[in-house]
């Protein structure tokens, strides 16, 4: 079974904190995903990594930054964190897909941490 | 236009009934589609693939239709359990990646 594990479920910070949230999986997956889940809005990507130290903005990177230093771990870094960044944040895995191949580009999910910033 | 489009709901289903509902896609070249269920406060997991010719699993159905760019999800026999948001998930075409585009879900409530 792929695993995908976030380092917390619920997390409390003040406005003007830096935060991480760490993700690790564990099936040496290439591709890993930054999403952040709001009411109304789905799922949207904040950052996607295709390999290690590689990275490339998604469709909400603003006030956000990522870093993946090891294949298996991904970290969503909010420089300074505001009101608005209160949220659900979802990470994802898949391994690398091949042309063709494009129903198997399943998505595998951690958990999420629900952030919370007053 | 958003790029996958989902009634939100909820659809309140008495239990053993059939609920059924669409989605529907703007990128006519996308190529992989998906139903993820989402409980709530959980993760969302996969539910099942679409396939162009549809396909069953178990209670469940789906079906896409390229030329009207929509698929749906039929559950036949309703559980209690099967109370969830369900989510319309797409690839980005453009995408050399394998990015995937997420509804904002449909919300499936059923009642005893």
């Known amino acids: 079974d792929v695993k995908v594990t976030q380092s917390s479920r619920y997390l409390v910070k003040r406005t003007g904190e830096k935060v991480f949230l760490e993700c690790v999986q564990d099936?040496?997956?290439?591709?890993m995903f930054w999403y952040r889940q709001d009411p109304g809005l789905g799922l949207r990507l904040i950052y996607f990594s295709y390999d290690v130290k590689m990275k490339e903005k998604g469709d909400i990177p603003e006030g956000y930054s990522v870093s993946r230093e090891k294949k298996e771990r991904f970290s969503l870094i909010l420089e300074s964190a505001s009101t608005n960044q209160t949220s659900m944040y979802l990470c994802?895995?898949?391994?690398?897909?091949?042309?063709?191949?494009?129903?198997?580009?399943?998505?595998?999910f951690g958990a999420g941490t629900r952030l919370s910033v007053l | 236009r958003k790029e996958v489009e989902q009634d939100p709901g909820p659809f309140n289903v008495p239990e053993g009934a059939t609920v059924a509902f669409n989605c529907t896609y703007s990128n006519s070249a996308s190529q992989s589609f998906f139903w993820y269920r989402q409980d709530c406060r959980k993760e969302p997991k996969l539910l099942m693939s679409v396939y162009s010719s549809g396909n069953e699993d178990g209670r469940f159905t789906a079906q896409l239709n390229r030329a009207s760019q929509y698929i749906s999800l039929l559950i036949r026999d309703s559980k209690l359990s099967d109370s969830a948001t369900y989510l319309c998930?797409?690839?980005?075409?453009?995408?050399?990646?394998?990015?995937?585009?997420f509804g904002a879900g449909t919300q499936v409530v059923v009642t005893p």
């Open positions: 099936m040496d997956h290439e591709n």
């Open positions: 994802a895995s898949n391994p690398r897909i091949a042309t063709g191949t494009e129903a198997k580009n399943i998505q595998y």
């Open positions: 998930v797409v690839n980005k075409a453009t995408d050399s990646w394998g990015k995937l585009q």
